[in-house]
């Protein structure tokens, strides 16, 4: 089964050589994706708009993928800072209201200091 790796265009995949997104087979493992536009290249303010841009790059990365937003099995968020968690947790849980993968939430300090969310997922679109 040949492996499929796929790129979002960022500057940080080919600084750091890694892919968007790896396809194995019915898996698809996601590298972080912060709030970027990267068709803008623009991060917003804000945490809210930055998990919601997140996951709308997640769907777009799936969907390239030919896995849906319902595949994804494993989340691990990464927040910059414990006071931006109750403001994160709307979008959060509207962008998987209805999936409700496992999931893991770590502080973290990221890369650049607009960052103030990350999150990786895991999908599986197997029987």
Not at 10 to 20: D, G
Not at 53 to 77: C, M, N, W, Y
Request: hydrophobic residues 45%; aromatic residues 8%; contains cysteine.
């Amino acid at each position: 089964m040949a492996r499929k790796h796929l790129s979002t265009g960022s500057p940080f995949e080919e600084a750091l050589s890694y892919s968007r997104a790896v396809v194995q087979g019915d898996w698809c493992f996601m590298a972080g994706v912060t709030g970027y536009d990267y068709d803008r290249m623009v991060m917003p303010e804000d945490i809210a708009a930055q998990v919601t841009q997140s996951f709308e790059t997640i769907t777009k990365v799936l969907g390239e993928a030919g896995f849906k937003p319902q595949d994804i099995v494993r989340v691990t968020h990464y927040i910059a800072d414990r006071s931006l968690v109750d403001a994160a947790s709307p979008a959060i849980g509207n962008a998987l209201k209805d999936i409700r993968p496992a999931a893991t939430m770590v502080l973290a300090e990221l890369m650049e200091p607009n960052m103030l969310y990350e999150v990786e997922v895991t999908a599986y679109k197997g029987g």
